[in-house]
């Protein structure tokens, strides 16, 4: 059974910063373009960050020069990298396959707060 896993995400100050991961059981990522989505309270989940699966990047303007998602060299981790934490930031932090994509796992929750 395919299953998403997330990772990494606590309560932080703002400018602090976190690192979340991703993994799966019973599904492939390596062969796979993967995003990092979040989605806040009343709001719609968005993608924040991709991944191609030869290493290319793009992400959304709210985090650009903040965050980084990276993978490792065995595919089987996801990793997003966020600095510079900001208030907005504050959300349940998600990973999927950006095409094919599989059951949600069940997230890693991010709050950043003074």
């Known amino acids: 059974q395919a299953q998403l896993v997330e990772s990494g995400g606590g309560l932080v100050q703002p400018g602090g910063s976190l690192r979340l991961s991703c993994s799966a059981s019973g599904v492939l990522l390596s062969p796979y373009a993967m995003g990092w989505y979040r989605q806040a309270p009343g709001l719609q989940r968005e993608m924040v960050a991709a991944?191609?699966?030869?290493?290319?990047?793009n992400y959304s303007d709210s985090v650009k020069g903040r965050f980084t998602i990276s993978r490792d060299t065995a595919g089987k981790t996801v990793y997003l990298q966020m600095n510079s934490l900001k208030f907005e930031d504050t959300a349940v932090y998600y990973c999927n396959r950006i095409r094919y994509t599989v059951a949600w796992g069940q997230g890693t929750q991010v709050t950043v707060s003074s």
């Open positions: 991944i191609s699966r030869l290493g290319n990047t």
